[in-house]
């Protein structure tokens, strides 16, 4: 009889796990000098063609036991590199090494976040960083407090919120809360959903034309009416037509749920939100703030400022797999008022009875949509650990720095337009002369040719090239290499 295959946990798993992660990693550097590029060359067909010839029979007879290393190198060979400086089209980062490392020890020790007895001592690292995660969010004091619904229930037993009782302050302080989620997409369906349990299926969904494509979608999935949708003719909401369009569709406080926008995909602009906060006060409604790309600007002294009136959002998406260089997935939702999640309790019997939490046993279940979930609080912990707000700040500085000198270097170029100073880290930038029909054509060469990977928007009627500048290691020589890559590519 065969020897069954090695565990990656228990007394043999770092002894299995060590000779693999050497072929592992010698796979990876073999792909990466095969690519030899921020993209693999020769367009889709090309690449799944060698996929294709790196893996054969999918499911063989019998096992090739060098299988590992062929399949780590083919993907490495046709992966895009996030890391490589011209590799820049979307909000797709290069991951820290320290948090790579942390994910290989979760996906080793396999913990299931869904009940504690699959996963103790990661239920507890995971309410330790969503409470401090949620505390910065809300650290401002927010500007106003949305009324309760008309039938909102009080909290349940199994409630996780926290809670600070002061016997001459009246009622106990709520602190705010978080969910991990697996990114700004969640968690925007998870904040409608909220709204939706906590002021009717009736709530409304208002948003301005800039925002996320999952906001409109998740109103849809939800089941909600039909959005309304608010100009942004600067690529930012327009705060007169938000309280022109508040004021028309006016009705019971929480009948609408304003969502703004704090990054926005295509330009990394930030929405007005401390105006977009006074409006959704005045008019008693519920606000979310989709700040999945730029809420990363809380870690930075310098551009923390850019997202004053955060604080008054109902609730926030987060995405630390942007600006926090974590491998995917690294979303949270946090929620100012923890008696929102309450909706969220569901009861299995396996796996939170009531006499199992009558008796002390946390319960996970109400902390997600998702059942079996892993625990990606890990490498978030070990990220905030080591290096500290300083050190996360001090890497989105260098990114927003990067930016600001792209943007520079392309105003100063007389073949270049720019579309706008950066508010973060995407600048948008075209040949001056070139049509949207060149300006397409030179994006898909370049990725054809795996020599730069550029994104595309359009913007005042017009598309533009996007580089979305994640890469701490960036420098302004690869800057100047990248523009010098796309005049050279442009019809004269």
């Known amino acids: 009889m065969s020897t069954p295959p090695s565990l990656a946990s228990g007394p043999e798993g770092p002894h299995a796990l060590r000779p693999l992660l050497d072929t592992v990693l010698a796979a990876l550097d073999e792909g990466a000098r095969a690519r030899g590029g921020p993209l693999p060359s020769g367009g889709p067909d090309a690449v799944a063609a060698r996929v294709r010839d790196a893996v054969g029979d999918v499911l063989p007879d019998q096992g090739d036991p060098n299988a590992l290393h062929h399949l780590v190198r083919a993907l490495a060979e046709g992966a895009a590199d996030p890391a490589d400086p011209l590799c820049t089209a979307h909000l797709h980062c290069p991951p820290l090494a320290l948090a790579t490392a942390a994910d290989l020890a979760a996906s080793a ?5 869904d009940s504690w007895d699959q996963a103790p001592g990661a239920a507890e690292l995971e309410a330790l960083v969503t409470e401090a995660l949620a505390r910065e969010v809300f650290a401002a004091p927010a500007p106003h407090e949305t009324p309760p619904a008309p039938h909102e229930t009080p909290p349940t037993p199994h409630e996780t919120a926290v809670t600070t009782r002061d016997p001459q302050a009246g009622p106990p302080r709520r602190h705010p809360s978080a969910l991990v989620t697996t990114g700004g ?6 904040a409608l959903l909220l709204a939706r349990e906590a002021h009717g299926a009736g709530v409304r969904l208002v948003h301005g034309a800039n925002a996320h494509h999952s906001l409109p979608r998740a109103a849809w999935l939800l089941g909600l009416p039909e959005p309304v949708v608010v100009p942004a003719p600067a690529g930012t909401l327009d705060p007169v037509a938000l309280d022109e369009a508040l ?17 926005t995909t295509d330009a990394g602009l930030i929405d007005p939100l401390p105006d977009i906060a006074a409006l959704c006060a005045a008019h008693r409604t519920r606000l979310h703030i989709d700040a999945a790309y730029g809420g990363g600007l809380l870690l930075s002294d310098r551009y923390r400022d850019l997202l004053t009136g955060l ?12 600006f926090g260089w974590q491998p995917v ?9 923890p008696r929102d999640l309450a909706v969220l309790h569901h009861r299995a019997d ?11 046993l946390p319960d996970l279940l109400g902390r997600s949509l998702r059942t079996s979930r892993r625990p990606d609080a890990l490498k978030i912990a070990v990220t905030l650990k080591t290096l500290g707000r300083s050190g996360l700040g001090r ?12 943007a520079a270097l392309v105003h100063d170029h007389p073949g270049f337009d720019l579309y706008d100073p950066p508010a973060l880290s995407t600048v948008l930038f075209r040949p001056a002369h070139a049509t949207d029909d060149d300006i397409a054509a030179v994006r898909r060469r370049l990725l054809t040719d795996g020599r730069a990977v550029l994104g595309r928007a359009r913007m005042d009627g017009r598309l533009w090239l996007k580089a979305t500048l994640l890469n701490p290691r960036t420098r302004p020589d690869d800057l100047a290499a990248l523009l010098k890559l796309v005049e050279g590519n442009t019809p004269r």
């Open 109 to 113: 020790l396999n913990p299931s976040l």
């Open 185 to 190: 997409t969640e968690s925007n369906q998870l």
């Open 247 to 263: 004021t028309r569709l006016s009705g019971p406080p929480g009948s609408l749920l304003v969502a703004a926008t704090a990054g």
């Open 311 to 322: 604080a008054a959002a109902d609730t926030v998406a987060l995405d630390l797999h942007k």
């Open 329 to 337: 997935a690294a979303g949270l939702l946090a929620v100012r008022d």
């Open 350 to 360: 396996y796996l939170n009875a009531d006499d199992d939490a009558e008796a002390g």
């Open 395 to 406: 890497l989105v500085d260098q990114v927003c720095d990067t930016a600001r000198a792209f």
